[in-house]
């Protein structure tokens, strides 16, 4: 009898512990993660735009070594051709910049994008906002255009406008 | 009992001066130095021969690398070198390089023979993001991009230019447009 319980627990944790793994990135098939929903493509040169100002340049995200690479003019550049004063951004550095946001953290970027949680829980938004550290500061305030252009397109209500406003605002220093 | 209680002494004594010798050595083979950072500063090479450390010396090279806190020397809160042309590594004195910063203060400090400049925090902490623009008699140029951590300009402005390097700071964009200045420099 205690062998027969004991084979049974042992059977019962080797089952939760499938029960519970099961969920983890590595376990999910490709069908599974192709459920997963992203910000719009179509969408995102607004954001690329803003961003290549604000974030992209190459003492900040616009280095190799960054999990959030950014490429484009003023920064680092996707072609071993270019350099950052060289051309205006280019397609596959916005799609290269799109694959780079997205890519980060896939599931909770699902769940934003399908108002399933706070857009404060993607590290994106907590480093931009500044209530995670964040070496490069705060590059934005909770409801300024920067963070109304980003975090729009996160939930899936993109607006051009406040990404416009970061990319047409003054730079104090140049006059 | 007293030859007992001094054998005794001495065994702590000597278990003291192991442990305290046995510490030192620990510590010193521990020490938190930043491997990445003293290899970045090797990198750099020695001073060039016949000029001294100063503000002279290493001209084009990431002044803040030991201009900082972590790098020893007295530290910039930003620092470089100005060149005449983008093809050319003729220095340029006498150019006023003004950084502003994200409050909207600004300081202006002016490049010296070596076409080095630097900024002491205890004349200007600036809050980034900072803009910088140059100018030297009638010849302006302003820096497309934002400043936002970095306070080598050579970190950024280095040669070749690359897809991640921007190529040396330099004045005269056009000489058939701008006028370039006359050194007074030897």
């Given at each position: 009898m205690p062998l027969k319980r004991a084979r049974a627990w042992f059977a019962g944790v080797a089952l939760a512990s499938l029960l519970g793994c099961s969920a983890s990135v590595e376990d999910q098939t490709s069908q599974e993660r192709s459920l997963?929903?992203?910000?719009?493509?179509?969408?995102?040169?607004?954001?690329?735009?803003?961003?290549?100002?604000?974030?992209?340049?190459?003492?900040?995200?616009?280095?190799?070594?960054?999990?959030?690479?950014?490429?484009?003019?003023?920064?680092?550049?996707?072609?071993?051709?270019?350099?950052?004063?060289?051309?205006?951004?280019?397609?596959?550095?916005?799609?290269?910049?799109?694959?780079?946001?997205?890519?980060?953290?896939?599931?909770?970027?699902?769940?934003?994008?399908?108002?399933?949680?706070?857009?404060?829980?993607l590290t994106l938004v907590r480093k931009l906002r500044g209530t995670e550290r964040h070496k490069g500061g705060q590059p934005a305030v909770e409801g300024d255009s920067l963070d109304r252009c980003i975090v729009l397109w996160l939930t899936a209500e993109h607006d051009p406008n406040p990404c416009a406003e970061v990319i047409n605002a003054p730079t104090p220093g140049n006059h | 009992m007293n030859a007992t209680l001094q054998i005794g002494r001495s065994l702590a004594d000597s278990t003291l001066r192991a442990l305290l010798a046995g510490s030192i050595a620990f510590g010193a083979l521990t020490a938190c130095g930043d491997p990445v950072h003293d290899a970045s500063v090797a990198a750099l090479g020695g001073e060039a021969p016949g000029v001294p450390k100063g503000e002279f010396h290493r001209p084009g090279q990431p002044c803040t690398l030991c201009h900082s806190d972590q790098g020893g020397a007295p530290p910039f809160s930003?620092?470089?070198?100005?060149?005449?042309?983008?093809?050319?590594?003729?220095?340029?004195?006498?150019?006023?390089?003004?950084?502003?910063?994200?409050?909207?203060?600004?300081?202006?400090?002016?490049?010296?023979?070596?076409?080095?400049?630097?900024?002491?925090?205890?004349?200007?902490?600036?809050?980034?993001?900072?803009?910088?623009?140059?100018?030297?008699?009638?010849?302006?140029?302003?820096?497309?991009?934002?400043?936002?951590?970095?306070?080598?300009?050579?970190?950024?402005?280095?040669?070749?230019?690359?897809?991640?390097?921007?190529?040396?700071?330099?004045?005269?964009?056009?000489?058939?447009?701008?006028?370039?200045?006359?050194?007074?420099?030897?």
């Open positions: 997963l929903v992203a910000p719009s493509r179509n969408d995102f040169p607004d954001v690329a735009n803003a961003m290549q100002l604000r974030c992209a340049t190459l003492d900040c995200h616009g280095q190799a070594g960054r999990n959030l690479r950014l490429y484009g003019y003023g920064g680092l550049r996707l072609s071993p051709t270019e350099n950052p004063n060289g051309n205006p951004t280019t397609d596959p550095e916005i799609a290269a910049d799109y694959t780079s946001v997205v890519g980060l953290e896939p599931e909770t970027l699902s769940a934003v994008v399908s108002h399933e949680v706070d857009p404060n829980q | 930003i620092a470089g070198t100005v060149y005449i042309y983008a093809d050319s590594l003729m220095p340029i004195e006498g150019v006023q390089v003004k950084v502003t910063d994200s409050t909207g203060r600004s300081f202006t400090t002016t490049s010296n023979c070596a076409g080095n400049f630097m900024v002491r925090p205890q004349e200007f902490t600036p809050e980034a993001p900072l803009w910088l623009n140059m100018q030297r008699d009638a010849v302006v140029r302003v820096m497309n991009t934002a400043i936002y951590r970095e306070g080598s300009c050579a970190a950024c402005h280095g040669d070749p230019a690359g897809p991640s390097m921007v190529g040396h700071v330099y004045l005269i964009d056009d000489p058939t447009v701008e006028k370039a200045p006359v050194s007074q420099c030897h």
